[in-house]
């Protein structure tokens, strides 16, 4: 018994026993529904490492009595997904429910692979429950995808990772013998991050570390998991902390740290398109507008990696990262878009789109003055004299040029929308990026026509 990992010995057996995800199991969730009618459709669930996608996927085969098959998509190929759907298609009789196919991680089966489940789904030879910690969007191809309900599972909040701690402590027949006393739970669940079986895991390790009755505190936890970083995320290798070093790394232009945190992540066996989807985000939050050209790269590696995989996908990685990193910047699209989705979330006002912006398709929309005054922007110079926004909104902005970009800083000049020093206005005009504190100082936002 003892050799069985802690979160193995803990895992639910029942609806009630599971720990989170009240969206999806609670009183009113849909899989409360599932075991009241006994229909359940195809389903993927989506979310992070830890948070029960087996664990549920197990309940609800158990729960309605339905045969359930496993596949791995790390280690399993077409020929064994035939093999599979055939014994499911064998053991059904009469009007018996299909069969639960479970496919942990089916982010990384193929297209081929893919492929092979769909006559299965759509004849309703099997239910398929894909469980996967990226987003199905990207990773599940449309067909198969359009026959799946996608449910959400959320990390852990600290109250649920408590509830779990205390029915451990509780039930489990070791950490009793152990007399374990909590003392302080903070280390413990900043180091779980939400993940319920890396908490367990951590447990497991503090009691192979200590013998006796033991005292959990914040520093015995942070003293043990340092002397046992491996173990403690050997599949991970530090993930998030890697990745947060590579985004600011390459925000930051520091190509030769972006680089080391890049081969530290392939290194670890980090999935090459997660890392390909970061490259296409900074590419818009980051670098944005002061080089488009960087979406254009970062999608081409996006696309490329799907398209080779490793290890050549490591060659146009390093080509995007380094190019993102010594690529000027520019976040204001990013902020644009977060001020202006901000305003019209707490904006309760159905504020009026300015008649000459209107379109007039009928003869009454137009008497009605639908249209009226309207400016083509091409027959003056590209800025027409109009007000675009509602009126109760005259002045409000949201977009706010960034004057070191020499690309938006010539909006700035043209359009007049700040005032732009004599020193920024060369600068800008010779089309060469400001390098200094000075240059900089010339191309200043003080002031709006």
Not at 100 to 125: C, M, P, T, Y
Not at 196 to 219: C, Q, S
Not at 412 to 420: A, D, K, Q, R
Request: glycine residues 8%; aromatic residues 8%.
């Amino acid at each position: 018994m003892p050799n069985i990992p802690l979160a193995e010995r803990l895992r639910p057996r029942t609806i009630d026993e599971y720990i989170g995800q009240e969206h999806l199991v609670g009183k009113n969730g849909v899989f409360r529904k599932f075991f009241e009618t006994g229909n359940v459709p195809s389903f993927i669930l989506w979310g992070p490492p830890g948070v029960g996608k087996t664990t549920l996927a197990k309940i609800v085969a158990t729960q309605l009595e339905r045969p359930f098959f496993t596949l791995s998509a790390v280690t399993s190929g077409v020929k064994d997904v035939r093999e599979v759907i055939e014994s499911a298609r064998k053991q059904r009789f009469f009007d018996q429910k299909a069969p639960l196919l479970f496919i942990d991680e089916i982010h990384r089966f193929n297209k081929s692979q893919q492929d092979s489940l769909l006559g299965a789904v759509e004849q309703g030879v099997v239910t398929l429950v894909g469980a996967t910690t990226e987003n199905p969007s990207f990773e599940v191809i449309s067909p198969l995808l359009s026959r799946c309900q996608v449910y959400i599972l959320r990390p852990m909040e600290d109250a649920q990772l408590q509830r779990l701690l205390d029915r451990a402590i509780a039930t489990d027949p070791e950490l009793r013998e152990r007399g374990i006393n909590v003392r302080e739970t903070e280390a413990l669940f900043r180091f779980s991050g939400g993940d319920a079986r890396k908490l367990l895991n951590i447990l497991d390790i503090l009691l192979a570390a200590n013998e006796g009755r033991l005292t959990i505190t914040d520093r015995l936890v942070t003293d043990c998991l340092q002397q046992n970083i491996a173990l403690y995320d050997k599949n991970g290798e530090q993930h998030y902390d890697v990745i947060s070093a590579f985004i600011k790394s390459v925000r930051g232009s520091d190509p030769n740290a972006a680089i080391y945190y890049l081969a530290r992540m392939l290194a670890g066996g980090e999935e090459p398109r997660f890392i390909a989807r970061r490259l296409v985000i900074l590419a818009s939050e980051d670098i944005g507008l002061a080089n488009p050209n960087a979406l254009l790269l970062a999608n081409a590696c996006f696309d490329t990696v799907h398209k080779i995989g490793m290890p050549e996908a490591r060659i146009p990685l390093a080509e995007a990262t380094i190019y993102l990193a010594t690529s000027p910047k520019s976040n204001s699209a990013y902020m644009a878009i977060n001020k202006a989705l901000s305003f019209v979330e707490h904006d309760t006002t159905n504020r009026p789109v300015p008649l000459h912006l209107r379109n007039a398709p009928t003869k009454l929309m137009d008497q009605a003055g639908y249209g009226k005054g309207y400016k083509y922007a091409h027959d003056y110079g590209g800025f027409a004299d109009l007000e675009f926004m509602p009126e109760t909104l005259v002045g409000r902005r949201f977009y706010e040029p960034n004057a070191q970009n020499p690309a938006e800083a010539i909006f700035l000049v043209e359009t007049g929308f700040h005032h732009v020093g004599q020193a920024g206005l060369e600068l800008l005009t010779s089309g060469d990026p400001p390098t200094s504190a000075s240059q900089r100082a010339g191309i200043t936002g003080v002031s709006h026509r």
